[in-house]
Antibody, heavy 126, light 106 residues
Framework: QLQLQESGPRLVKPSETLSLTCTVSDYSISSGHFWGWIRQAPGKGLQWIGTIYHSGTTYYNPSLDSRVSITVDTSKRQFFLKLSSVTAADTAIYYC???????????????????WGQGTLVTVSS | SSELTQPPSVSVSPGQTARITCSGDTLGDQYISWYQQRPGQSPVLVIYRDTKRPSGIPERFSGSNSGDTATLTISETQRVDEADYFCQGWDSGSAVFGGGTYLTVL
């Protein structure tokens, strides 16, 4: 059964780069679907960070675009998140997930976002 | 629409029907998904493509989407359904979430 697991440092200093890895179990990333990162500040709602296809094509939240990079290593069944120049506002639970991708005219792999990883709390603090 | 609006809270008695709405401009023109998030847990998909239910999700959960409003309906609500519920759609290639609705079953 497909599972996703986030890993990476739980504490990041302000102005530094947050780096997380998502490892996918029992599924080949190359089989299709899109893969993404979503975050949730403590006690708040969900915010989409970005999405990647196994080819390496990426789509980012415009509000984070200048600071975000998502990459993939299909051979390791992993995809990665880097968020630069972090501040306290980036403190959140970060989730990775398998997901659909929709433009204004088409929806690719219209399955919603499913499943989600268990999430990892990353705190930005000196 | 770049914004999806949900009521902050909905209350229902056990056994009754709960309806959680999600509103936004031309919502009916896009697919809407719904997620359940119990305290301390990851979100779980309960409805996708407006009306479809993933395997393992009880038939009590159903969805609709028309005009400017999508609705998640939970029939015969149980205490185990108490959770946050988020709607999610797409705006010009960006995923957008509603602010979430906390369902209280009392």
């Amino acid at each position: 059964q497909l599972q996703l697991q986030e890993s990476g440092p739980r504490l990041v200093k302000p102005s530094e780069t947050l780096s997380l890895t998502c490892t996918v179990s029992d599924y080949s990333i190359s089989s299709g679907h899109f893969w993404g990162w979503i975050r949730q500040a403590p006690g708040k709602g969900l915010q989409w960070i970005g999405t990647i296809y196994h080819s390496g094509t990426t789509y980012y939240n415009p509000s984070l675009d200048s600071r975000v990079s998502i990459t993939v290593d299909t051979s390791k069944r992993q995809f990665f998140l880097k968020l630069s120049s972090v501040t306290a506002a980036d403190t959140a639970i970060y989730y990775c997930a398998r997901m659909e991708y929709c433009t204004s005219t088409n929806c690719y792999w219209p399955i919603g976002i499913d499943p989600w990883g268990q999430g990892t709390l990353v705190t930005v603090s000196s | 629409s770049s914004e999806l609006t949900q009521p902050p809270s909905v209350s229902v008695s056990p056994g009754q029907t709960a309806r959680i709405t999600c509103s936004g401009d031309t919502l009916g023109d896009q697919y809407i998904s719904w997620y359940q998030q119990r305290p301390g847990q990851s979100p779980v998909l309960v409805i996708y493509r407006d009306t479809k239910r993933p395997s393992g999700i009880p038939e009590r959960f159903s969805g609709s989407n028309s005009g400017d409003t999508a609705t998640l309906t939970i029939s015969e609500t149980q205490r185990v359904d108490e959770a946050d519920y988020f709607c999610q759609g797409w705006d010009s290639g960006s995923a957008v979430f509603g602010g979430g609705t906390y369902l209280t079953v009392l």
